[in-house]
């Protein structure tokens, strides 16, 4: 089974921090998404990689960045965490190639506050 | 990528089957159905997808129709766990989550 792996489930910080929400994909994907889930506004997403150190712009990407430094990892930061940040974040990756055809997986989530 | 409708929320009894519709008549010739749902307070699950025939695996059943304008997709033995929000998804490139349909699956 394909695991998509989040580091926390839930997280509280403080306006202006600096946020890093890590995700690690066991299935060699060369895909990998973040988006953030908001009641009434579905999944948006934020940022997508489709190789080591390429990433794309989502629908969202204002306040946010990324980084892949590895195949496996894809990391969400939040450069001075803001309180319009408070949302799911929800990882995922997909195999290569077109993107129609490519299902993608999701990990569990993590649930950011911010204060 | 083609809009989808959804019914907001649908009833099932457990150990019936569970057949959630949706309506993508402008879906184009090369976009894909999928089918995605997420149980409370978890990511997205992948169940299912098909271009222009019917699908099944261990998870579900996609019927589309002829014209491809609409689908259902169908538990056949729904359990209290399959209590989810079921997202039908027209797409070539990017999922777009629109807003789902319930379903609660009562004993």
């Known amino acids: 089974d394909v695991k998509v792996t989040q580091s926390s489930r839930y997280l509280v910080k403080r306006t202006g921090e600096k946020v890093f929400l890590e995700c690690v994909q066991d299935m060699d994907h060369e895909n990998m998404f973040w988006y953030r889930q908001d009641p009434g506004l579905g999944l948006r997403l934020i940022y997508f990689s489709y190789d080591v150190k390429m990433k794309e712009k989502g629908d969202i990407p204002e306040g946010y960045s990324v980084s892949r430094e590895k195949k496996e990892r894809f990391s969400l930061i939040l450069e001075s965490a803001s309180t319009n940040q408070t949302s799911m974040y929800l990882c995922?990756?997909?195999?290569?190639?077109?993107?129609?055809?490519?299902?993608?997986?999701f990990g569990a989530g993590t649930r950011l506050s911010v204060l | 990528d083609a809009k989808t409708t959804q019914p907001p929320s649908m009833d099932c009894a457990e150990g019936r089957a569970a057949n959630l519709p949706c309506n993508h008549s402008t879906i184009s010739g090369n976009e894909y159905v999928y089918w995605y749902r997420q149980i409370h307070s978890q990511g997205p699950q992948y169940i299912i997808h098909?271009?222009?025939n019917n699908e099944t695996n261990e998870m579900a059943s996609l019927i589309i129709t002829e014209d491809r304008k609409s689908s259902t997709l169908i538990l056949p033995h729904a359990t209290l766990r399959d209590t989810a929000v079921y997202y039908c998804?027209?797409?070539?490139?990017?999922?777009?989550f629109g807003q789902g349909t319930t379903l609660q699956v009562k004993p």
């Open positions: 998804i027209v797409r070539t490139g990017k999922l777009i």
């Open positions: 995922a990756s997909s195999p290569g190639g077109a993107l129609a055809k490519n299902i993608q997986y």
């Open positions: 098909g271009l222009k």
